[in-house]
C-alpha cells in the first residue's frame, strides 16, 4: 500500500489509512523520503525507550524528519544528557505542586472568556480555548498577553495548509519568519532589563550551561517551540473531547451528572482523537523491526494517532467508551521526550472543561460549520460552534 502524509486523503483524515497500516505494513517504508512509519502502540512505545537506536537529533517535526528542513536548537531535538540540562532550565514550573497552584488563574481566564457569551447562547469552542491556552502560555513564558496573540496568529499562519500542499510553503514561511522576528525584539529588549520573575524567558536568559549563556537564537528557538505546543494542543483536545461527548448524549449526561467523570472523558478523547498526528526521530544504527531492515540516518515516524488506536492495546479502539481505563497510554508520548506539560495540559483540560460544561449543560454542535484541521502534523477541530441555552452567568 501506499501511505504519505502530505496527501489530500491522509491530511483530511488519516483513520482510515493507519487502519490499514497498522494491519498490512505496520513498519511502512515511504522511498520518497527514505523514511519508516511506525503504525502500532507496541512499536511507537519501545521506539521512545531506545534512545541507542533512535535520536531527536536533527528535529521531530515532519518536515525535518521528512523534508531534512532544518530544526531549532531546543530541548526538543536533544538526546540525553544535554537533553535532561536544556530540559532542567524549566521543568520545575511543571511538576505536580506548581501546576496545581495554577488552577485558580486557568479559571479566571476561563470565565473572563466565557462570560460575554453567556447571554448570548451561543459560542466557538476552538477558538476560546485556544484564547486561555495563549492567555496563559503567555503568562508563563514572559509575554505580554497581546504579543503572544499576535504571534499565535502567525503560527496559525505557518500551519495553515492548502488542499493538497505538501509541507510549508513560502507563506507559511514568511510568518514563521515574523514569529521568529518579534520574538528576537522581546528577547533583545529583556536583555538590558532586571529579571521580571519566574517566568521562562527570565530563566533561559539568566541560565549558565557549562558557564555559557544561551544565545539569543537559542531562546528565540525555545519561545517559538514552546508557543507552538502550549497553544495548539489542549485548545484542540477540548474541542475533540466536546466533539466526542456531544455525538453520544448518554455519555454527555453522565458527564453533566457527575462532573468527576471529567478527567476521565479528557484522557478517552486524547486517546480517540490524538491532536498530535505525528512526530519523529532519525535511526542512529542499523536495526531490524518485524523483519524490516532500519538503516542509521534514515527517519522514523511515529504515528501517534494511530498507535493510540490500536486495536492490539485498545479492544473496540475507536469507540470513546468512558469507562476505559488502559493499562499504559501514548496520549503524551513516553520516554526521555515524554510531554513536559502533562500535567499543567491535564490541569488545563479538566479545569477548561468543568467551566465550559458549567456554561454549556446540554449543549449542540452546529456539525454544519464545525471545521476539521487539515495538515500532516496535527488533528483535531478547529472550529467547533456550539448552542446552548442562554443565561445570566457569573
Known amino acids: 500500500m501506499d501511505y504519505d502524509p502530505y496527501t489530500d486523503v491522509v491530511m483530511r483524515d488519516p483513520h482510515p489509512t493507519y487502519a490499514r497500516l497498522r494491519a498490512e505494513s505496520p513498519v511502512h517504508y515511504l522511498a520518497q523520503?527514505?523514511?519508516?512509519?511506525?503504525?502500532?502502540?507496541?512499536?511507537?512505545?519501545?521506539?521512545?525507550?531506545?534512545?541507542?537506536?533512535?535520536?531527536?537529533?536533527?528535529?521531530?517535526?515532519?518536515?525535518?524528519?521528512?523534508?531534512?528542513?532544518?530544526?531549532?536548537?531546543?530541548?526538543?531535538?536533544?538526546?540525553?544528557?544535554?537533553?535532561?540540562?536544556?530540559?532542567?532550565?524549566?521543568?520545575?514550573?511543571?511538576?505536580?505542586?506548581?501546576?496545581?497552584?495554577?488552577?485558580?488563574?486557568?479559571?479566571?481566564?476561563?470565565?473572563?472568556?466565557?462570560?460575554?457569551?453567556?447571554?448570548?447562547?451561543?459560542?466557538?469552542?476552538?477558538?476560546?480555548?485556544?484564547?486561555?491556552?495563549?492567555?496563559?502560555?503567555?503568562?508563563?513564558?514572559?509575554?505580554?498577553?497581546?504579543?503572544?496573540e499576535q504571534l499565535r496568529a502567525w503560527i496559525d499562519g505557518f500551519f495553515h495548509r492548502e488542499l493538497g500542499q505538501a509541507g510549508p510553503g513560502p507563506e507559511n514561511y514568511a510568518c514563521a519568519g515574523r514569529v521568529s522576528a518579534r520574538l528576537a525584539e522581546i528577547v533583545s529588549a529583556r536583555r538590558g532589563e532586571p529579571s521580571a520573575g519566574d517566568d521562562h524567558l527570565s530563566a533561559w536568559l539568566a541560565a549558565r550551561i557549562d558557564g555559557r549563556a544561551l544565545a539569543d537564537e537559542e531562546i528565540v528557538a525555545n519561545l517559538y517551540s514552546?508557543?507552538?505546543?502550549?497553544?495548539?494542543?489542549?485548545?484542540?483536545?477540548?474541542?475533540?473531547?466536546?466533539?466526542?461527548?456531544?455525538?453520544?448524549?448518554?455519555?454527555?449526561?453522565r458527564v453533566l451528572?457527575?462532573?468527576?467523570?471529567?478527567?476521565?472523558?479528557?484522557?478517552?478523547?486524547?486517546?480517540?482523537?490524538?491532536?498530535?498526528?505525528?512526530?519523529?526521530?532519525?535511526?542512529?544504527?542499523?536495526?531490524?523491526?518485524?523483519?524490516?531492515?532500519?538503516?542509521?540516518?534514515?527517519?522514523?515516524?511515529?504515528?501517534?494517532?494511530?498507535?493510540?488506536?490500536?486495536?492490539?492495546?485498545?479492544?473496540?479502539?475507536?469507540?470513546?467508551?468512558?469507562?476505559?481505563?488502559?493499562?499504559?497510554?501514548?496520549?503524551?508520548?513516553?520516554?526521555v521526550h515524554k510531554c513536559l506539560g502533562e500535567h499543567l495540559a491535564n490541569l488545563e483540560g479538566r479545569a477548561l472543561l468543568e467551566e465550559f460544561l458549567a456554561l454549556l449543560g446540554s449543549y449542540e454542535v452546529e456539525w454544519a460549520r464545525a471545521e476539521r484541521m487539515y495538515g500532516e502534523f496535527l488533528c483535531g477541530y478547529r472550529c467547533l460552534p456550539v448552542r446552548f441555552q442562554a443565561r445570566n452567568w457569573a
Open 33 to 148: 523520503y527514505d523514511c519508516w512509519a511506525l503504525s502500532r502502540f507496541e512499536d511507537v512505545y519501545a521506539a521512545t525507550l531506545d534512545a541507542e537506536s533512535f535520536s531527536a537529533r536533527g528535529g521531530t517535526a515532519p518536515g525535518q524528519v521528512l523534508r531534512r528542513e532544518p530544526a531549532p536548537h531546543t530541548f526538543m531535538t536533544m538526546d540525553m544528557p544535554e537533553h535532561r540540562v536544556h530540559r532542567g532550565l524549566i521543568s520545575p514550573r511543571y511538576g505536580r505542586a506548581a501546576v496545581a497552584r495554577l488552577e485558580p488563574q486557568v479559571r479566571a481566564i476561563a470565565r473572563e472568556l466565557l462570560a460575554p457569551h453567556a447571554e448570548r447562547g451561543e459560542l466557538e469552542v476552538y477558538a476560546l480555548a485556544n484564547r486561555a491556552a495563549i492567555w496563559l502560555a503567555a503568562d508563563l513564558l514572559g509575554l505580554a498577553r497581546e504579543d503572544a
Open 226 to 253: 514552546m508557543l507552538v505546543v502550549a497553544t495548539e494542543t489542549v485548545p484542540a483536545a477540548i474541542a475533540n473531547t466536546l466533539a466526542l461527548l456531544a455525538a453520544q448524549p448518554d455519555a454527555r449526561a
Open 257 to 335: 451528572a457527575e462532573p468527576a467523570r471529567i478527567p476521565a472523558a479528557w484522557a478517552e478523547a486524547l486517546r480517540v482523537d490524538q491532536p498530535t498526528n505525528l512526530l519523529g526521530r532519525r535511526v542512529l544504527r542499523d536495526r531490524e523491526l518485524r523483519g524490516m531492515k532500519l538503516r542509521a540516518g534514515q527517519g522514523v515516524l511515529l504515528l501517534w494517532a494511530s498507535a493510540t488506536r490500536d486495536e492490539a492495546e485498545f479492544p473496540d479502539a475507536a469507540r470513546f467508551d468512558l469507562d476505559r481505563r488502559p493499562a499504559r497510554s501514548l496520549s503524551f508520548g513516553h520516554g
